[in-house]
């Protein structure tokens, strides 16, 4: 049901290594907001949790329903969210396909030494069984100014 | 009739609309309305145990259930649900990499015997075959096979972990009986090792049982800890545990730790990639001789039982990667109350072992760490301060005037006493050496010389002029003069 793409612009690109690297060793996290697998901004939300954010990330409820809220705002939807992974692949943990969401885009950046490498996007298998990696466009930047991150 | 909002990712569950109605009095007997009418949602609102997921979060006008009552959660006509997401992830954790994650077709298989031998494990979901093949395929250590050692390497034997390595050098003591269940009467004079291993073989033939006939030291540590996944401390000294921890830090191992003294235990699972270390609990040691041992302070029998065992449990939960592990967690169990508390504990970025900087880099000298400076050699006994139980005994035999001082608790004394002594306890001394006279001659005498030591020199502070210390305290009157009485 999913079509398995997402296309991110350089500038929203730019906005996730950059948190990835400002928050490193520890993990960051936000909302992508888009339609139709274009992300055209980004919600960056605090890592609320409590087993060690060098490790796991936690978007909580009330962080959640902000992301809504700004999606429904900007007049588009919440397509899926973003972390980092410090010194470790941007691939799927266990953990990771243990807490997913259908539909959502996992958008993963590696953090090597406090320097962002690799992105990858994943989407979670209608049986949960596991993730399927998606196809991560590199869009044109139509508005330099579309990639807002809000940092909180 | 009741409203339930639908968050983005389950809405192709319900043909894209944002809210669904369904009916139902609770929470619970509206998801359940909800999930039959959208089939699709059931898989990722309830894991395979029926349980909604931990990241579903049900929310009633704004307020969590598990606030309210949980999925019994009334609701009335009119009243909104909302699902909403909590989202969470990460990288893998060691125990992810290191058993978890282990892709099934390593993990070995089990035999018939095996699955009959396991079968009330296999028989719940939680733990299962694949659960009983990463018992099997895991590697514990446990530090010591004394009083914590003996219950946790019993039950992971019992529980079927597949190799069980054991550190230990001491020999079995008629005084370790009363709580290292490990060992029986036979056993006494034997090497620990070889009485566990004996144990636990017949306990279990299925399992591996290593033993590493060492003093855990700095030097071997690292290569020690090397080719196991957990390593469980039932140590019974500082500077071993700090060993233990730095050494579960630098090989990313988790350390399942317990502790014991007197009434009380502690027990908290550390050095995981995520939680924190004992050095984030306790960054320095205690000064020497603060913390007495338990030989020193006794313990009760039956509470190395419950501490080892929890350190088992937390064992063989890391293994299986299920149930909440006692990481960011410390228990401390009091058995005179029968109570457990939990404290939090929280990484420290400032921790010189796991934190963001860390200044323990490699494994040091522990001892010194500790304040503990090797012990002097056997000095000669020193005349003027000290006599021995052959010197005092021919000394009472030619009938001079002097008087012993027994400084131990009054619960001692019950076991043995040397006869004619006069007892004043450690800790009254200061307060009752008025009682004696500052001219007459006395030696001061405990179990073994320490404390009788510590009075001997207050006395002389105090002018005192001959005041001696029984050297080897009562233990080696025994030895040496008076075989009759018990030793404890």
Redesign the interface.
Same mark, same amino acid.
């Given at each position: 049901?999913?079509d398995c793409r997402l296309t991110v612009t350089p500038s929203i690109e730019y906005a996730i290594r950059a948190h990835g690297q400002e928050t490193y060793?520890h993990?960051c996290?936000g909302a992508l907001l888009g339609r139709d697998g274009h992300v055209s901004a980004l919600v960056a939300l605090p890592n609320t949790?409590?087993?060690? @954010?060098?490790?796991? %990330?936690?978007?909580?409820?009330t962080d &959640?329903?902000e992301a809504?809220r700004r999606?429904a705002e900007l007049g588009a939807?919440?397509l899926g %969210?973003y *972390?980092s992974?410090?010194? *470790?692949p941007a691939r @799927?943990?266990? &953990?990771?396909l243990d *807490?997913?969401?259908?539909? %959502?885009a &996992?958008l993963i950046v590696a953090v090597a030494e406090a320097k962002a490498t690799d992105m990858t996007v994943w989407f979670l298998k209608?049986?949960?069984s596991s993730f399927e990696e998606g196809t991560l466009n590199h869009g044109e930047n139509p508005h330099p100014d579309t990639a807002e991150a809000v940092h909180r | 009739m009741a409203k339930i909002l639908i968050?983005?990712?389950?809405?192709?569950?319900t043909d894209k609309q944002d809210a669904v109605d369904a009916a139902g009095a609770t929470v619970g007997e509206l998801l359940a309305d909800l999930t039959r009418r959208h089939s699709?949602l059931k898989?990722?609102l309830y894991n395979e145990q029926g349980k909604l997921r !931990?990241?579903v979060?049900v929310?009633v006008n704004d307020e /969590?259930i598990r606030y309210l009552q949980k999925e019994q959660t009334p609701v009335a006509a009119g009243d909104t649900v909302s699902i909403?997401? !909590?989202?969470?992830?990460?990288?893998?954790?060691t125990i /992810?990499r290191s058993v978890?994650?282990q892709p099934d077709h390593d993990l070995p298989t089990l035999t018939n015997d095996e699955v009959k031998r396991y079968s009330r494990h296999l028989i719940m979901p939680e733990v299962g075959v694949d659960g009983q093949r990463k018992l099997k395929a895991a590697k514990v250590l446990c530090i010591g096979a004394g009083g914590l050692g003996s219950p946790v390497a019993m039950y992971l034997a019992a529980a079927g972990v597949g190799t069980i390595g054991l550190v230990d050098f001491d020999v079995v003591d008629f005084s370790n009986l009363q709580r290292q269940i490990l060992h029986s009467t036979p056993d006494v004079g034997l090497p620990k090792l070889q009485s566990a291993k004996n144990k636990l073989n017949a306990l279990n033939p299925e399992v591996k049982i290593v033993t590493h006939e060492t003093a855990l030291s700095s030097q071997n540590a690292l290569q020690l800890f090397e080719p196991y996944d957990v390593i469980v401390d039932g140590t019974d000294n500082f500077p071993t545990r700090y060993l233990v921890n730095d050494a579960c830090v630098l090989l990313g191992k988790p350390n399942a730790y317990g502790s014991i003294f007197r009434f009380e235990g502690q027990a908290s699972v550390f050095a995981?990639?995520?939680?924190p270390c004992y050095r984030c609990l306790y960054p320095e040691p205690p000064p020497p001789g603060l913390v007495p041992s338990c030989a020193e302070g006794g313990v009760l029998g039956v509470l190395p039982g419950i501490i080892g065992i929890i350190q088992a449990t937390e064992t063989v939960k890391l293994i299986m990667?299920i149930g909440e592990p006692l990481?960011?967690r410390f228990l401390i169990y009091d058995a005179l109350r029968m109570r457990f508390r939990e404290l939090k504990l929280r990484?420290d970025p400032d921790c010189p072992a796991c934190g963001?900087h860390p200044t323990v880099t490699k494994l040091i000298d522990y001892e010194q760490f500790c304040g503990i400076t090797a012990a002097p050699e056997p000095a000669k006994v020193n005349s003027a301060t000290e006599l021995t139980s052959l010197e005092l005994k021919a000394r009472l035999d030619r009938g001079d005037k002097l008087t012993i001082v027994d400084v131990r608790e009054p619960n001692e004394l019950q076991i043995n006493r040397i006869p004619g002594s006069l007892h004043i306890p450690l800790g009254d001394v200061p307060r009752r050496y008025n009682e004696l006279d500052p001219d007459a001659e006395y030696v001061m005498q405990c179990k073994s010389g320490v404390r009788s030591g510590k009075a001997a020199d207050f006395l002389r502070s105090v002018g005192f002029k001959r005041v001696l210390n029984l050297k080897g305290g009562i233990l080696d009157w025994i030895d040496k003069v008076d075989p009759t009485q018990p030793k404890y």
């Open positions: 049901m999913t060793p993990e996290c949790t409590e087993e060690g @954010p060098r490790r796991r %990330f936690l978007v909580r409820p &959640y329903r809504e999606a939807e919440l %969210f *972390h992974h410090p010194d *470790h @799927p943990s266990q &953990y990771d *807490h997913a969401w259908p539909t %959502f &996992y209608d049986d949960r | 968050p983005t990712p389950l809405r192709p569950y699709g898989a990722h !931990s990241f979060n929310y /969590d909403i997401p !909590s989202v969470a992830g990460g990288a893998e954790t /992810d978890r994650q995981t990639k995520n939680g990667g990481i960011g990484k963001t």
